[in-house]
């Protein structure tokens, strides 16, 4: 069984920082893309950021120049630096993972259960 455990979230204060954690665990073959997607209260799910397993990065428009997202392939983590914190950024962050487990040919979704980041200004 393969599971995401995110961690990190938390209260803080605007402009401050939070580091978001996500480790993928359990019957894994292999890895393929990472990321990180949140969702505000009332909001659908975005895409926060996402890294491939070659290292090619995305970032959504309203967190590029604050957030950095970085993975260690060889321990199965992906993690995200989020500083100059603003309120807008309040929301549950999930962390995703497209994974091959051992007992399968093809990759698919995987979502850990969220943390929550609040932001207060």
């Known amino acids: 069984q393969v599971q995401l455990v995110e961690s990190g979230g938390g209260l803080v204060q605007a402009g401050g920082s939070l580091r978001l954690s996500c480790a993928a665990s359990?019957?894994?073959?292999?890895?393929?893309?990472m990321g990180w997607y949140r969702q505000a209260p009332g909001q659908q799910r975005e895409l926060v950021a996402t890294?491939?397993?070659?290292?090619?990065?995305n970032y959504a428009d309203s967190v590029k120049g604050r957030f950095t997202i970085s993975r260690d392939i060889a321990e199965n983590t992906v993690s995200m630096q989020m500083n100059s914190l603003k309120s807008e950024d309040t929301a549950v962050y999930y962390c995703?993972?497209?994974?091959?487990?051992?007992?399968?040919?093809?990759?698919?979704?995987?979502w850990g259960k969220g943390t929550l980041v609040t932001v207060s200004s």
């Open positions: 995703n993972a497209q994974i091959r487990p051992r007992d399968s040919i093809i990759y698919r979704d995987y």
């Open positions: 359990g019957t894994i073959f292999s890895v393929s893309g």
């Open positions: 890294i491939t397993r070659g290292g090619s990065i």
